[in-house]
């Protein structure tokens, strides 16, 4: 039967969800690739292993610490490939020290060129008590009032560390009642795992502040540790899933993976198809009525 376009884009508006292009995606919440799971490949050709992670059907991506060293003209390039593709850049995830007064100009452009929407400060080493963590939370807040005006969000990513006790206080405790409530609380659910910490209590807790979280497993098996494909260590994902979209303000997954027996390409797909398997509307909307 012949389908008119003008019928065409009348029955795609009564789908419950759409997809962009052939990238698989949840009904609400679309899900990327954290760069650094692929950052082997990524050194060797940017753009192949950019296509290659667009072909296996993720939605976007985030770009870790070595997009800062791009040219301008490498980061255009970047951009016409996203475009092409149909996938997006949703943040990228930098060093303390590109959020610093002299770096966070070039920030600012790099990010803007890419089509970012959040530029998330990655884990600091602690280099003393609560008042590194302090400091950390008041440079978070300097940049946000440098880049909110031009539409990019600031966020912080945490490791093990920001969940771990000092001095009576949990440091990631002190960063988010020292921000801004627009700065974003990017949830790693595996390294708060490994601290002891809980990733659902951690987002009923912060309500609205966690806009993305990397979806990187754990397993407390000391041959296993971070090298878990998705699915394989001891997060209960669905509860994590139901907490993050009903409670925690979740805008898009990024899949992370620091290592397995699979090749980090391989690795990645693997992840997206166990996710495909775990996430789906009904177990979230089950788990968020406690069924």
Same mark, same amino acid.
């Given at each position: 039967?012949?389908? !008119?376009?003008?019928?065409? +884009?009348?029955?795609?508006?009564?789908? $419950?969800?759409?997809? !962009?292009?052939?990238?698989?995606? #949840?009904?609400?919440?679309? &899900?990327?690739?954290? =760069?650094?799971? +692929?950052? /082997? *490949?990524?050194?060797?050709?940017?753009? %192949?292993?950019?296509?290659?992670?667009?072909?296996?059907?993720?939605?976007? @991506?985030?770009?870790?610490?070595?997009?800062?060293?791009?040219?301008?003209?490498?980061?255009?390039?970047?951009?016409?490939?996203?475009?092409?593709?149909?996938?997006?850049?949703?943040?990228?995830h930098? /060093? +303390?020290?590109?959020?610093?007064? *002299?770096?966070?100009?070039?920030?600012?452009?790099?990010? @803007?060129?890419? %089509?970012?929407?959040?530029?998330?400060?990655?884990?600091?080493?602690?280099?003393?008590?609560?008042?590194?963590?302090?400091?950390?939370?008041?440079? &978070?807040? #300097?940049?946000?009032?440098? @880049? *909110? $005006?031009? %539409?990019?969000?600031?966020?912080?990513?945490?490791?093990?560390?920001?969940?771990?006790?000092v /001095? %009576?206080?949990?440091?990631?405790?002190?960063?988010?009642? #020292?921000?801004?409530? #627009?700065? =974003? @609380?990017?949830?790693?659910?595996?390294?708060?795992?490994e601290?002891?910490?809980? $990733? +659902?209590?951690?987002?009923?807790?912060?309500?609205?502040?966690?806009?993305?979280?990397?979806?990187? /497993?754990?397993? $407390?098996?000391?041959?296993?540790?971070?090298?878990?494909?998705f699915?394989?260590?001891?997060?209960?994902?669905?509860?994590?899933?139901?907490?993050?979209?009903?409670?925690?303000?979740?805008?898009?997954?990024? =899949?992370?993976?620091?290592?397995?027996?699979?090749?980090?390409?391989?690795?990645?797909?693997?992840?997206?198809?166990?996710?495909?398997?775990?996430?789906?509307l009904?177990?979230?909307?089950? *788990?968020?009525?406690?069924?």
């Amino acid at each position: 039967m012949a389908i !008119t376009r003008r019928t065409f +884009v009348a029955l795609s508006a009564s789908f $419950p969800f759409a997809f !962009t292009n052939t990238s698989w995606a #949840s009904p609400s919440i679309p &899900l990327g690739l954290e =760069m650094y799971s +692929v950052r /082997d *490949e990524l050194a060797k050709n940017a753009e %192949g292993t950019v296509r290659a992670v667009a072909a296996m059907g993720y939605a976007g @991506l985030e770009f870790y610490a070595p997009y800062f060293d791009w040219s301008e003209t490498q980061t255009k390039q970047m951009r016409k490939v996203l475009d092409e593709l149909g996938i997006r850049c949703f943040s990228t995830h930098n /060093d +303390v020290k590109y959020l610093s007064r *002299e770096n966070l100009a070039k920030v600012h452009d790099r990010n @803007l060129i890419l %089509g970012s929407k959040y530029v998330v400060q990655a884990y600091s080493e602690p280099k003393g008590g609560l008042d590194h963590w302090k400091s950390i939370a008041d440079g &978070l807040n #300097s940049a946000a009032e440098t @880049l *909110e $005006p031009a %539409g990019l969000k600031v966020g912080y990513h945490n490791h093990d560390a920001e969940f771990r006790v000092v /001095d %009576g206080v949990r440091p990631m405790e002190l960063i988010a009642k #020292s921000t801004k409530k #627009s700065i =974003m @609380l990017q949830l790693d659910v595996g390294t708060c795992l490994e601290a002891g910490g809980d $990733p +659902v209590a951690w987002i009923a807790a912060n309500p609205g502040r966690i806009h993305s979280l990397h979806l990187k /497993d754990w397993s $407390p098996d000391p041959a296993k540790g971070y090298k878990v494909v998705f699915g394989e260590g001891i997060a209960d994902w669905r509860k994590i899933f139901a907490a993050a979209e009903s409670t925690g303000g979740a805008e898009y997954y990024l =899949m992370e993976q620091e290592g397995s027996q699979f090749p980090q390409l391989e690795t990645a797909k693997r992840c997206l198809e166990s996710y495909k398997k775990t996430h789906s509307l009904g177990a979230v909307n089950d *788990e968020a009525a406690g069924k």
